[in-house]
């Protein structure tokens, strides 16, 4: 049987150098190093934790203060709880699910600039949403609503966006005809929304 040294705190001497600067790594763990060593790791976490200043330093927020940051974040942005990754919009005719906010803002931004100029006094734009019915492939004709005539000697006057995605005409997507309608030269797939952006003369 071993014997069993008690040993009271008093009698223990205090660090002799603070140092909160220790690299934290498995090293730390050795057994083999003394009580100072240790005390002088947990001092350089403690000065990771509130900012590589002093590890003696006040923490200068709050785990409470945290969660409340954390919980306005997630309001201001509109997530569902902290592992929300995907956002749902409540609008994706130029946007769409799941796009990060960065990209929803540059959507946004692009579609912005294209209207800016089609828009004139002598020029209305419609904006109607249609949701496919049946599926559309390669080569088939999809009509726009309401019969409108599409001019094709202005080949900006009809944007048309697939679930929020443009498609774009100079990248083969769709063909404007001389008839009320697109040539598509991409699979559109039934129950998602096709929007059609043209413009009307006043």
């Known amino acids: 049987m071993g014997f069993i040294t008690l040993v009271d705190q008093d009698q223990m001497s205090g660090s002799q150098v603070f140092d909160d600067t220790i690299t934290i790594n498995a090293g730390v763990e050795d057994p083999g ?14 000065n990771r934790i509130i900012g590589d200043t002093n590890w003696y330093d006040p923490i200068p927020i709050t785990l409470d203060a945290t969660r409340t940051t954390l919980t306005n974040v997630e309001l201001f942005t509109g997530m569902d709880n902290d592992a ?24 946004l931004d692009a579609a912005i600039f294209t209207l800016s100029g089609l828009v004139t006094s002598e020029r209305r734009p419609e ?25 094709v000697a202005d080949e900006v006057d009809m944007l048309v966006y697939y679930n929020g995605i443009l498609l774009a005409d100079q990248d083969n997507d769709y063909v404007e005809t001389a008839v009320s309608g697109i040539t598509t030269n ?6 998602r929304r096709l929007t059609f952006l043209f413009f009307t003369d006043e």
């Open 84 to 107: 929300d990754g995907t956002p749902t919009y409540s609008s994706i005719v130029y946007i769409a699910n799941n796009d990060s906010l960065e990209t929803a803002a540059g959507k």
């Open 127 to 151: 904006l109607i949403h249609v949701t496919i019915t049946g599926t559309y492939i390669p080569g088939d004709f999809v009509p726009t609503p309401r019969n409108y005539t599409i001019r």
């Open 33 to 46: 190093n003394d009580a100072e060593y240790d005390l002088n790791a947990l001092r350089s976490n403690d």
């Open 186 to 191: 991409k699979t559109l797939a039934e129950s």
